[in-house]
């Protein structure tokens, strides 16, 4: 079969893609949905995430880039002449427990791992190293919902990715993921081949995997990829592996502008007692220095303090460099783009003018993300319970997920777990949240209040426990309340119609003969001539021998007095099947 051929701008809407591609909106939404991002119809996507997501559905499809459009969250950096080289910015990513955090903890010489306690963080974490004489900025994603996250604003921002597999243990599912991200990016791949001082490391393995499943062929078998063989616990071959990372990034020439007004990305956020709001910054181009003003969405601030990965007071950052600075008013969103204004008038002014434009397209916004799930349940014929869960210590956290997608509820409910992680719950699980029948549970963990007035603000429920049954518990009871009541008609008689006395607006009255069971006032009937269904009406008075009767049985004459919406014609050997209807609760 032949591949089609599709351009798409650099960022559309999940709507125009479902259109471009022919497809029905709801099933983007619910491919979007295993991936992890809760969209609407109306989210956009970054070029890189709609090309994951037709890959993933399996079409026959290749997105190109139509020209570059001026999307509203990003405008695109032209470089000019003046441009200097820049630091790589490199991600490591790979499988849980391939050793990323050692790999990191041994390039830096440090702990980075120290509060992060073996968890999954939703934030992107940003060193910076030295290797002959040259910088390298490092990111860490152990989340690649955070990845998603960034990318969806359009920003592509690693130039190389490192993807760490452990020689014990070969490539795994979060491998593949890395690789596809990586290509995805337009990212060069570097493998470090990891943990070759155990014994039963089998390094050969791990790139005959690559070669013939993944595409990716070592350099020393004649292909392209460069692999190292690296130890994070002995620090093996980790120089050669940062030599590597510089060679790969240097086959792109990258440059940024420097004399040019700051402007880059935002990497994290998070409120601090004492500090207010703290955001993490990736500067692309030009200089960024305390006293600036700063815009980023529809937040602004004036740089108070601005500090390097390791703490250290900072008087001036560059591109590629990522620094924490204090003085946002407000948090930021991860992923959004800064730029410097004026003066603080000016960066107001531009906050608000952000502002006014995200309640107009939210203004415009007719379809809601709880729309969308109603739609995607009628589809799969099932209510969506998305969960994002967040516990104390890895053991716990597995167990409430694996208890949690235990709970058996008859195909009719879909528990999706959207998140998890080790950890009080944050700002970013909020904002992963945030969405139509989505929970977050903590179990034996804490809401830091400002992460409660975020929740509070964005209708994010989370529920906190101490006891996993209760949790449970919860969970079915939250899922028990999705599910649409039963509608039960229980039929009750019928009667034979012999005649017709009156027929006004919205009254009938006629007579009959009951053929079974019994009628009696405020049961409903549907009016039958022959098999074909007439109409539904109401029994509002119920006579025999022309007084009125509680109930009248098998076998009886009566006289009925019937309700019903519009005019409707009863005529003489008509049925009239009386039933009542109940909505019963459906229950797990
Ligand atoms: P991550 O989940 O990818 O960040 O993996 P970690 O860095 O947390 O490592 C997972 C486990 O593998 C930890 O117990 C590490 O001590 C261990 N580990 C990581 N790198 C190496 C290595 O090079 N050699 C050996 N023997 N163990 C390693």
Redesign the pocket.
């Known amino acids: 079969m032949t591949e089609k051929i599709v351009a798409i701008a650099d960022s559309v809407t999940v709507g125009e893609l479902a259109t471009t591609l022919n497809l029905p909106v709801t099933t983007l939404i619910g491919e979007l949905f295993k991936n992890g991002i809760a969209a609407t119809i109306n989210q956009r996507l970054d070029f890189e995430t709609a090309s994951i997501i037709v890959e993933e559905l399996g079409l026959e499809v290749t997105l190109k880039k139509k020209e570059a459009t001026v999307g509203h969250t990003r405008v695109e950096h032209t470089l000019s002449e003046r441009a200097v080289p820049r630091p790589p910015i490199v991600a490591v990513m790979?499988?849980?427990?391939?050793?990323?955090?050692?790999?990191?903890?041994?390039i830096l010489g440090n702990k980075t791992?120290a509060g992060e306690a073996?968890g999954i963080t939703q934030h992107i974490s940003a060193y910076q190293t030295r290797h002959n004489e040259r910088m390298i900025t490092l990111l860490d994603t152990?989340g690649h919902e955070a990845f998603a996250a960034l990318r969806q604003h359009g920003a592509v921002l690693t130039d190389v990715v490192i993807i760490?597999v452990?020689?014990?243990d070969g490539v795994k599912p979060q491998t593949v993921e890395a690789i596809r991200f990586a290509r995805s990016a337009n990212a060069k791949i570097v493998v470090a081949i990891?943990?070759?001082?155990?014994d039963t490391?089998n390094p050969q393995l791990v790139k005959t995997q690559l070669a013939s499943e993944h595409g990716l062929n070592p350099e020393e078998w004649g292909g392209d990829t460069v692999m190292v063989e690296?130890?994070?616990?002995?620090g093996?071959n980790l120089d050669k592996l940062l030599d590597m990372v510089l060679l790969v990034a240097d086959m792109e020439d990258l440059r940024a502008d420097e004399d040019v007004p700051a402007e880059g990305l935002v990497i994290e956020a998070h409120m601090e007692t004492g500090r207010g709001a703290v955001v993490g910054l990736l500067v692309e181009h030009g200089q960024l220095k305390p006293a600036y003003y700063l815009v980023a969405g529809t937040a602004y601030g004036r740089v108070r303090t601005m500090s390097d990965f390791r703490g250290q007071t900072m008087k001036m950052a560059g591109p590629s460099t990522p620094v924490n600075v204090t003085g946002f008013k407000e948090l930021p969103q991860f992923g959004d783009s800064f730029r410097l204004a004026k003066n603080e008038k000016e960066a107001r002014h531009l906050a608000q003018a952000a502002r006014l434009e995200q309640e107009k397209m939210a203004a415009s916004t007719n379809v809601t993300s709880s729309d969308i799930l109603k739609m995607m349940s009628q589809q799969h014929d099932a209510e969506s319970f998305n969960v994002l869960v967040k516990a104390d210590v890895q053991g716990s956290l597995t167990s409430v997920i694996d208890s949690l997608k235990l709970i058996d509820t008859g195909g009719l409910v879909d528990l999706h777990v959207i998140g998890s992680g080790v950890g009080n719950i944050s700002e970013n699980d909020i904002h992963l949240a945030v969405g139509e029948n989505t929970v977050i549970y903590g179990f034996n963990v804490d809401l830091p209040p400002a992460v409660k007035r975020l929740a509070a603000r964005e209708h994010v429920e989370v529920r906190l426990y101490r006891v996993i049954y209760e949790l449970l518990d919860n969970a079915r009871q939250s899922m028990e309340a999705l599910l649409a009541p039963e509608v039960v008609e229980t039929e009750v008689g019928q009667l034979r119609v012999k005649g017709v006395f009156r027929t006004v607006r919205e009254e009938v009255i006629a007579g009959g003969e009951m053929m079974t069971g019994k009628v009696y006032k405020g049961l409903l009937a549907r009016l039958k001539r022959g098999d074909e269904h007439i109409a539904e009406v109401e029994v509002s008075s119920v006579q025999r021998q022309h007084q009125e009767a509680k109930e009248v049985f098998e076998g009886e004459m009566c006289g009925l007095s019937l309700k019903t919406t519009r005019k409707v014609v009863v005529e003489e050997g008509d049925t009239l099947e009386f039933f009542t209807r109940e909505l019963v609760k459906k229950t797990l």
């Open positions: 790979g499988h849980v427990d391939h050793g990323k955090t050692s790999l990191l903890d041994a791992a073996g152990p760490v452990a020689a014990d990891n943990k070759i001082d155990k490391a690296v130890s994070a616990k002995t093996q």
